[in-house]
C-alpha cells in the first residue's frame, strides 16, 4: 500500500514534469487525473478503509503528505503559468454596467407619482416588533395573519417579546407617527415576508407600498381623489377606479381598489384585439374590465389612538399596493419569482 502510495508520486511528479508551462489544458488535465475528486490519488486513499487501524496510522500520514505535496506542486506553477500568460497586446476587459431591476424601476415611477402629489417618502424596519406588526394595527391576537404558518417570527413567544419578519408595510404607519403630528402625507415603499406555498403570483418575500394621509376633514372621497389622480398618473389620464368593501382590522371602512384594466381598457367584450389572449378576451384582467390593485380604508380609530392622534380632530386614510404586482402587469411578466432569480438575463429585458 506504503509502496503503491510512492509510485503514485512518482508517476505525478514525472509526469507533471513534462508537460509545458504554457499549456494550460494538460495541465488542468493532469490536475483532475491526479488530485482531482475522482483523481488517481483519491481513488487510492479510499482503500486506506480497508486497513487495520495500525497500517492506518502508518500510512495515513503519507498518503495525506502526498496529496499535499501534488497539490501544492500543481499550484505553484499555476500561479507562475498565470503570470507568464499575460498578453499585454490583448484590449482590456470592460467590466459589466449593472442594470436597474423592473421592480424598483416599477417603484421608481410610483414613487414619483406621490412625490408630485406632496407625500414624504419614510422607511422602516424589515424585522419588526409583533407590536408595530399586528397589535398597534388592531389586528387581534386570533386573526388569521399572526398565524405562525403565515408569518416568520424571528422570535415567537409573549405578545410583547415577539419579532417577525414584518408581513406589510402598515407597521412603518405607527412608527413614523410616533415623531410626527398631522397634518401628514406618507409614503412607505419597502420589503415584506410571508409564509407562502410560492407560485407564479405568490412570494414569500415581495414589495409593497404604503400610503398614509391624516388631516381635519379627511374622508372616503379624499381617499377616493387622490387613488384616482395617482393611478392616472401611472397608467394614463383614461384610468378609473372601483372600489368594493373589504376587511382590514387597521381600517374602518376597508376596500379592495381596482382600476380599470390598463391592457384592454376595460372593454368586457370578447373577442378583444388589443392585447392579451385573442380567443377568450383579454387576460390581464379575464374579461371582467378591472384589476385588482389596493387595499385601502379610513385609518381606524383605534389606530388612530395607537398613533396618539386625537380622533375627534383628525382622520385620515391608508393604502397599500403590491409593488411585484405592477411590475407583472407593466411588463406582462408571467411569474413573480422571475423578479427573484437573480438572473442577469431576465432583468436586462426591461
Ligand atoms: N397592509 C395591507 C396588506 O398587506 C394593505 C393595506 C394597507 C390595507 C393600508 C388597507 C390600508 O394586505
Redesign the pocket.
Known sequence: MKDAFLSLQKEATDTFKNIKETDNRAREAWRSLYVGRKGKVALLMKQLAGLSVEEKKEIGPIANAIKQELMQLFKTHDARGANARIDMSLPGRIPERGHEHPLYQVMDQVISVFLGMGFDVVEGPEIELGYYNFSALNIPKDHPARDMWDTFYVRHGKEEESVVLR????PV?IRAMEHRTPPVRLIVPGR?FRHEATDATHGSNFF?L??LVIDKGIRVTDLMGCLSAAMKGLYGKDTTIRLRPSY?P??EP?FEVDISCMMCGGSTQPPYQGGGRRDGGCSVCKRTGWVEM????MVHPVVLKNMKVDSRKYSGF???MGIDRMMMLAYGIPDIRLGYSGDVEFVRQF
Open positions: 408581513t406589510h408595510t402598515s404607519q415584506v409593497q404604503e400610503g382590514f387597521f381600517v376597508g389596493l387595499g385601502a380604508g391608508a393604502f397599500g
